[in-house]
Nanobody, 123 residues
Framework: QVQLVESGGGLVQPGESLKLSCTAHGNIFSISAMGWYRQAPGQARERVAVRTTGGQETYAASVKGRFTITRDHTRLHTVHLEMNGLKPEDTAVYFC????????????????WGPGTQVTVSA
């Protein structure tokens, strides 16, 4: 079984920064990509930033230039989302996502979601 553990959400004022972290735990052989989605009340879940194992990064237009997704080179299967210049419209529950996670014993290939962490931007 694979679990995604998120941390770093909270309440900040507009213009401030937050850093989210996500680690995938389990008997993992490989992961194709990891990233972050978010869902605001009454809205659909949207992709924020995704990073492939090969290093390709994609960002939502609304966060490009403000958010950066990085791989942690000291902790296996860990990504961070550095969020700068936060705006009230960034308020949402942020979900970590792991794509094509190959596990051993048993051998499986699945996608996984974290439970979500709340980010609130308010004056």
């Amino acid at each position: 079984q694979v679990q995604l553990v998120e941390s770093g959400g909270g309440l900040v004022q507009p213009g401030e920064s937050l850093k989210l972290s996500c680690t995938a735990h389990g008997n993992i052989f490989s992961i194709s990509a990891m990233g972050w989605y978010r869902q605001a009340p009454g809205q659909a879940r949207e992709r924020v930033a995704v990073r492939t194992t090969g290093g390709q990064e994609t960002y939502a237009a609304s966060v490009k230039g403000r958010f950066t997704i990085t791989r942690d080179h000291t902790r296996l299967h860990t990504v961070h989302l550095e969020m700068n210049g936060l705006k009230p419209e960034d308020t949402a529950v942020y979900f970590c996502y792991a794509n094509q996670v190959v596990t051993m014993d048993p051998v499986q290939n699945n996608d996984y979601w974290g439970p979500g962490t709340q980010v609130t931007v308010s004056a």
